[in-house]
């Protein structure tokens, strides 16, 4: 009998240890550490000789400088006509202001088109995610195609290019999550809405 219990106590031990270590690796807290600095902090933009505002917002931080969490709205299900739905954030923003990588990874596409105008799409590290910046203004001097970039780094500025109003610059911001073997112009948007105002 109290062989048993000793037994029971030794598994009861075991298991919280083993629980307090899971809890505690270091994957686990690394998100929620960098939720919670809210505030800009200026960096300067390389080759603009400009301070920006990066504002970090769980994993990813906010793609237009100088913005923070509650100046954002969820436009993500709203309709665009002919059957369509955004599929995106639009973050409204002066034209001109920074727009900036809102994850880390590569230039796969520059590319101008009819309802996106100037376009830029990365893929994060990894290859399961792009993230997509359209309506810009401009692209970032010395921007190219596979060329790598770092969280925060200016890739070009707010504008109306494509069919944005001219009276309404913003940055159309999406996050498409990629199939393998799956190219710029595919995958399946979700929602950067929340990822965005996480705290
Ligand atoms: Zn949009």
Redesign the pocket.
């Known amino acids: 009998m109290i062989r048993k219990i000793a037994m029971l106590l030794l598994v009861a031990v075991v298991g919280y240890v083993i629980w307090v270590i899971i809890l505690n690796l270091p994957g686990n807290d690394a998100p929620r550490t960098m939720a919670t600095s809210p505030a800009p902090v200026a960096r300067m933009g390389a080759g603009t000789g400009k301070t920006i505002e990066v504002v970090r917002s769980g994993p990813l931080v906010i793609p237009v400088a100088g913005i923070v969490a509650n100046q954002l709205t969820d436009?993500f299900d709203d309709a665009?006509g002919e059957g369509r739905i955004?599929d995106?954030?639009?973050i409204m923003a002066p034209r001109g202001t920074p727009v900036i990588a809102a994850a880390a990874g590569t230039v796969e596409k520059l590319f101008e088109s009819k309802l996106g105008g100037t376009t830029v799409y990365i893929r994060r590290d990894g290859g399961q995610w792009i993230d997509y910046y359209?309506?810009l203004d401009a692209y970032a001097p010395g921007l190219t195609e596979g060329q790598k970039v770092p969280q925060g780094h200016m890739i070009g500025t707010v504008g109306s290019t494509g069919d944005?109003s001219p009276e309404a610059p913003?940055l159309?911001y999406a996050i498409n999550a990629m199939a393998p073997g799956e190219g710029w112009w595919q995958g399946k948007a979700i929602n950067p809405y929340p990822l965005l105002t996480r705290r």
């Open positions: 436009t665009r955004h995106a954030i639009d359209a309506h944005a913003h159309h």
